[in-house]
Structure formats: C-alpha cells, structure tokens
C-alpha cells in the first residue's frame, strides 16, 4: 500500500457518519423512478400536491426540486388549495417508486391524483390545474399529519367525504378551504357524537341520498335564520371563543367559514330521519315523524324546505 492510499484511507475513516441532506443536485444522479430512502404515508382522500409537498419537506426539497428530481416535468403554476397536481401515468409511477407504495394503493389514497393521458407515455409530466370553490380540498387534523409527517409538518390538505367533518381523536375540524388552520372542536362535544352517528348511518342504503337531501335543508334554514337558531347561534359563539382566528380570517365571516360544523348535528339527525322513512309515506304520517326531530311543529309554510320535499318527492 502507497502512502497516498494510507492518507486516502485515514481521511475517509475520520470522516463521522451522519444523516445527509439530500439536494436537489444529489436527486438527479438518482435515476427516475428510484425508491426513495424516506416512507411518508399518504392520508385517505389527500389531495396530490399536498402529498408531493410533504414528501419533498421530509428531503428538505422544495415540489419542484422533488418533481425534477425523479424525472417528472412540471408544467404551470398553483398552490392549494385553490389548484391541485394532476401527474401522467408515468409520473405517477416514478411518484409511486419514490414513495415505496403501490401504484394501485396511492391511486385509492390521493382521489385526485388524475393519471393524464395512458400508460404508454413515455414523457413523465404534472400540471397545475385550478379547481372550483366546491371541490378545492381543506385542511387535515394537524397533529395526525405531524404523526404521519415523522415530525417534518403539521400541515397537509383532504378532499373530506361528509362523514369525515372532523377528527374525533384529537377533536379538530376543517368546513371550509378558506380557513388558515383548523378549529378546535372540544368545546362542542355534540359535534363528536353526531361524528359517531353519521359512522353508523353510512350503513344504511338510502344514507347517502338522505345526507344530500338533508344538508341542503339544514343550510337552508341556517341562512335563513329559522327553526334551530337557539342551538346554532350559541355553537357558533362556543367555536369562536375556542378559535380566535376565525374572527381574524378576512376572507369571509366566522359564521360561514364553519357553518357546516355549526349545523353538523342536525343535520345527522335530520338524514337519519329521512333515511329511515317509509319508501312512501303519507305527507302528513311523513311530517309527524320528522316534528319528533324538529324543535317544534313543522313550519306552515308552504316554502319550507323540509315540506316541499316531502311534498313533491314523497307520495
């Protein structure tokens, strides 16, 4: 052994071992579609961009850096959540790769993760595209996401199904894509237990009909201030008092940034009636049974939202 190889030898060995940060640089000597050393789980219904940003922080990368990193080529410009990353089959597979999940797996995780164009491009792209209000995703229960996120972030976005309004364990929700963090709940347990009846009433075969039907009757008299504004206004005032941003939030008022939140338990219970009546009830046998639910007799007008249901969808 030479005198250089002795010198090369004890340079390296008094070199300590650490966790390297990887750049930018560092990925592109990786080939495309190569499998990442770092396992960050998708949340259910998470929006893409908000995986491929969690996933770039836990590399100390930016999106971009991360796309470009594994072959992917970005086209446009966005940011959740008024714009979601739609990847090609192609990218998706390198995503795929990197993250050491199936494809299929993160196909059923990220709803939006939209595979452009077929299988056979060879051209691995992602393309910014801006969403409509009613679509774009909300904010995740923070401290799941700093669980899932080993410690990198607490902040990730879900494109939520109704039935997942909050998050019972750790009593955090999210009503509305303009609200700049999520809004604690333990203030109102009445939101938790009506959580735990909606669990129950996706079993039944008419629950996502009643749910529809339901919500839109509930946000009708909330907007109209009728039937139940002895519960909601109080809820309202509990939310905020938990929640001081939601006064803070210029976007919009605190009572419609958390207005499904404040109407949630009614509407439960207003699905759970529906969902449960007869295929045909009589009106009037169809009114008595809802009057059990509602605070006082149904309204008499002939506008009611709730009437004029049963009325023309019942016979």
Known sequence: MTRTDVTARDTAAAVPAQRSVVTAGTWLQIPSAAPGVLHVRPLTGEATASYVQRLASAYQLTPPQLLDGVGVTLHGHGALPA???????????????LARIPLPHLRRALPHLALLGNAHDTQAAATWKRMEAGQQPVRACTLCIRHRSHGTTDTAWVHRPPHRLMCP?????????????????????????????????????????????????????????????????????????????????????????????????ETVALARALATLPNRPHRDDALSLIAAYRPRPPDPNANDPLRVFLTHTRH
């Open 169 to 265: 364990r750790h009593h955090q929700a999210a009503s509305d894509p303009r609200l700049t963090t999520t809004v604690h709940t333990q203030g109102v347990p009445e939101l938790a237990a009506a959580h735990h009846t909606h669990q129950h009433l996706l079993r039944h075969p008419r629950a996502a009909t009643a749910w529809t039907t339901a919500r839109a009757i509930t946000t009708r008299w909330y907007d109209h201030q009728q039937h139940f504004t002895h519960r909601w206004h109080p809820r309202l005032n509990q939310l905020c008092a938990t929640n001081p941003h939601l006064t803070t939030t210029g976007s919009a008022s605190p009572a419609l940034l958390t207005r499904d939140l404040v109407i949630y338990p």
């Open 83 to 97: 714009a979601e990353l739609h990847l090609n089959h192609t990218a998706a597979r390198h995503l795929a790769a």
